[in-house]
């Protein structure tokens, strides 16, 4: 009984889990009232829960804080961008009746865009966390990950249907919800992105340093003639993926 209440035992560590979750979910959401800030915020928790899971404790709310103000820019242009598409796809579907005839074709496409865009955002968000990758860029290879990994993909999407129940089972979960599911599709983001460094272990993978476009031209290797087909002919090293 002494080593399960021990610093090393199960019961401090899950209760760590469940006190960083809590905190995390929390600075999530004061740091998304903004709304448009939603992007950063959410690329700032995968930043500190990939750290965590891989054995790389730091300060949560610095590395929190570090990791918002790092890709804030970028992370909010991403979700403001994403936000149009949404509002475009929903007006065409909400309207499919004025294209008449054409709908039975229009709707199953406007369908395909929709959850082609909910893939990327599951992707696209985390890659901006662990990588330095242009914005051109991180479109790419979020929406290449998202339709290769497709069993990845199923499975952030099942979490996300799990944590929805959960709230709607016991609706008080909302509050911890966004860092219960960033928390376990972290581990799933580390393994894909593993695959794309198989020479790199994962501690070093997801660790402090943020890959420069040249390292990864030379580093990277995500099976890299497919990562050369997502990408412009002639691009030097923006493959930081």
Same mark, same amino acid.
């Given at each position: 009984?002494? %080593?399960f209440?021990?610093?090393?035992?199960?019961? =401090?560590k899950?209760? %760590?889990i469940?006190?960083?979750?809590?905190l995390?979910?929390l =600075?999530?959401?004061? #740091?998304?009232?903004? &709304?448009?800030?939603?992007?950063? %915020?959410?690329?700032?928790?995968y $930043?500190?829960?990939? !750290?965590?899971?891989?054995?790389?404790?730091? $300060?949560?709310?610095?590395? #929190?804080?570090?990791?918002?103000?790092t890709?804030?820019?970028?992370?909010?242009?991403?979700?403001?961008?994403?936000l149009?598409?949404?509002? &475009? +796809?929903?007006?065409?579907?909400?309207n499919?009746?004025?294209?008449?005839?054409?709908?039975?074709?229009?709707?199953?496409?406007?369908?395909? /865009?929709?959850?082609?865009?909910?893939?990327?955002?599951?992707?696209? #968000?985390?890659?901006i966390?662990?990588?330095?990758?242009? +914005?051109?860029?991180?479109?790419? /290879?979020a929406?290449?990950?998202?339709?290769?990994?497709?069993?990845?993909s +199923?499975?952030? &999407?099942?979490?996300?249907?799990?944590?929805?129940?959960?709230?709607y089972?016991?609706?008080?979960i #909302?509050?911890?919800?966004?860092?219960i599911?960033?928390?376990?599709?972290?581990f +799933?983001?580390? !393994?894909? /992105?593993?695959?794309?460094?198989? @020479?790199?272990?994962e501690?070093?993978?997801i660790g402090?340093?943020?890959?420069?476009?040249?390292?990864?031209?030379? @580093?990277?290797? &995500?099976?890299?003639?497919?990562l050369?087909?997502?990408?412009?002919?002639?691009?030097?090293g923006?493959?930081?993926?």
């Amino acid at each position: 009984m002494g %080593s399960f209440f021990s610093m090393d035992g199960p019961f =401090y560590k899950v209760g %760590s889990i469940v006190a960083d979750i809590m905190l995390l979910s929390l =600075y999530w959401f004061i #740091f998304s009232i903004p &709304i448009v800030t939603i992007g950063a %915020s959410t690329t700032a928790m995968y $930043y500190v829960m990939t !750290r965590k899971i891989t054995n790389r404790d730091g $300060y949560l709310f610095r590395d #929190f804080f570090k990791g918002f103000k790092t890709n804030f820019k970028q992370a909010t242009i991403i979700w403001l961008l994403a936000l149009v598409v949404l509002a &475009i +796809l929903t007006l065409n579907i909400m309207n499919i009746d004025l294209v008449g005839s054409m709908k039975t074709l229009v709707f199953p496409v406007q369908i395909c /865009f929709m959850i082609e865009l909910a893939l990327v955002l599951i992707y696209i #968000f985390p890659i901006i966390s662990r990588f330095e990758v242009k +914005l051109k860029e991180s479109f790419k /290879f979020a929406f290449f990950m998202a339709n290769r990994h497709l069993l990845t993909s +199923l499975g952030c &999407i099942v979490i996300a249907v799990l944590v929805l129940l959960a709230i709607y089972m016991y609706p008080l979960i #909302f509050l911890v919800a966004i860092g219960i599911y960033v928390y376990l599709t972290s581990f +799933l983001m580390i !393994r894909v /992105f593993k695959k794309y460094r198989p @020479e790199i272990a994962e501690e070093e993978m997801i660790g402090e340093a943020i890959l420069s476009p040249r390292a990864a031209e030379t @580093e990277i290797q &995500i099976n890299s003639q497919t990562l050369r087909d997502i990408s412009e002919p002639g691009a030097n090293g923006t493959e930081n993926q």
